[in-house]
């Protein structure tokens, strides 16, 4: 009930920015994502798992191979990290 309370009370453009330069958020993805997401990567062998890392707004960040690469680059970047299922 609290989330709710404090989301009604949010402007869209400050929903949009919040936890903006803080906070990070981790996914595997599927290689027919990954163009969506990185338009300049290269085509993506379909049994490779992926990792990515974006900033609080959806920003791409990080592509790779191994998810504890997304972990240091969150760390470089001063950034809290949560993953998504």
Known sequence: ML???VTSRLTQSE?????AGEV????????DEVS????????V?????LWALF???GTPILLTDNRSS???KAAEDELKTVSLH
Not at 15 to 19: K, R
Not at 24 to 31: D, H
Not at 36 to 43: Q, S
Not at 45 to 49: E, M, R, T
């Open 15 to 19: 929903l949009a920015h919040l936890g």
């Open 55 to 57: 900033a609080a707004d």
């Open 24 to 31: 990070g958020y981790i996914r595997k993805m599927r290689s």
């Open 45 to 49: 062998n379909p049994n490779l798992d």
């Open 70 to 72: 997304t972990f240091y």
């Open 3 to 5: 989330m709710r309370e």
């Open 36 to 43: 969506r997401c990185f338009p300049e990567a290269p085509d």
